[in-house]
């Protein structure tokens, strides 16, 4: 299973980009889980920002809270990441992580965890 992040881009403090996760592969079904946004900056360590997990409440770091919102579209296999109000300090790569269950064609199920390559986003004026 192949995770697709797209959705990075330049934006101005205050602005708002949503980013997208899309699961594929050459299955016969294809359902993802759980789900996370995670973000590195420049010199920092990766980090958790937004979590969903099946039907629970999905969890966000403090400095995003009330800003972004995770979300997905299970019938399209996308997770999204709605940013708005964003802050030069948000700037980072944002990768999307997922536990994917897909079926291949002969019925066997196969549990993955895979990492999107993710994507830019840059918040400046």
């Known amino acids: 299973v192949q995770l697709q992040a797209s959705g990075g881009g330049l934006v101005q403090p205050g602005g708002s980009l949503r980013l997208s996760c899309t699961a594929s592969g050459s299955f016969s079904s294809i359902s993802i889980t759980d789900a996370g946004w995670y973000r590195q900056a420049p010199g920092k360590q990766r980090e958790l920002v937004a979590a969903t997990a099946g039907g629970g409440s999905p969890n966000y770091a403090d400095s995003v809270k009330g800003r972004f919102t995770i979300s997905r579209d299970n019938a399209k296999n996308v997770v999204f990441l709605q940013m708005n109000s964003l802050k030069p300090e948000d700037t980072a790569v944002y990768y999307c992580?997922?536990?994917?269950?897909?079926?291949?064609?002969?019925?066997?199920?196969?549990?993955?965890?895979?990492w999107g390559q993710g994507t830019l986003v840059t918040v400046s004026s």
């Open positions: 992580n997922a536990d994917v269950l897909a079926y291949d064609y002969s019925g066997t199920p196969v549990v993955s965890r895979s």
